[in-house]
């Protein structure tokens, strides 16, 4: 590789002028929108973190529950559905509500944990203020659905919240 063009890689620096490109269903080329670019970013994600270990790759998890929840208008609560190894068998989004709340039914989450014959479960719901810290009522539903999902042998290993960017873990509170 010659200096000149090795300078030139190392200066060229990625511009918001330059679009991202889709092929549109004539075979077109076209600048894509902001949405169709969060979705193939949530699909590659997804793809990612399905059967991926949760314990041992958080960041993937963090990741891909950041740009699944942080940007949306309304709470809605999701269970990461884990194997007796911890990999990712299942993202699910159970429920969703308001602003301020989201009612989240217990007897819902069991059967689906049953369904899935999902041996943990990753707990999460977003904050649309942005405001990651975990409410009274929280913390209640958290106690609630750690003792029904007990009663049928499925472990609760943390309750995520995403507010904007920040993901706050009750497990590492010392909320569990």
């Known amino acids: 590789m010659s200096h000149d063009l090795f300078s030139s890689l190392v ?17 077109e080329y076209r600048p894509a929108q902001p949405d169709e670019v969060l979705l193939a970013a949530q699909r590659l994600l997804a793809r990612r973190v399905r059967g991926s270990d949760a ?13 699944r929840h942080g940007a949306l208008e309304c709470e809605v609560f999701a269970v990461v559905h884990l194997d ?3 990999r990712v068998l299942d ?10 709340q989201t009612s989240v039914h217990p007897r819902e989450v069991v059967k ?22 975990p409410s ?14 007990s009663l049928v042998d499925v472990r609760v290993l943390d309750h995520l919240i995403v507010g904007g960017s920040v993901i706050y873990s009750m497990a590492e509170h010392g909320l569990m």
Do not use: C, I, K, W
């Open 11 to 27: 200066s060229f620096e990625f511009s918001a002028t330059v679009p991202l490109l889709v092929r549109d269903v004539a075979g």
């Open 55 to 67: 314990l041992s790759s958080p960041a993937l998890v963090r990741d891909f529950l950041r740009l």
């Open 84 to 86: 007796s190894q911890n």
């Open 91 to 100: 993202y699910v989004e159970m429920f969703r509500g308001t602003v301020a």
């Open 112 to 133: 689906d944990a049953m369904a899935r014959n999902s041996a943990a479960l990753l707990l999460v719901h977003g904050h649309p203020s942005g405001l990651a810290e």
């Open 136 to 149: 009274l009522a929280d913390q209640a539903l958290t106690r609630t659905l750690r003792t029904a999902l």
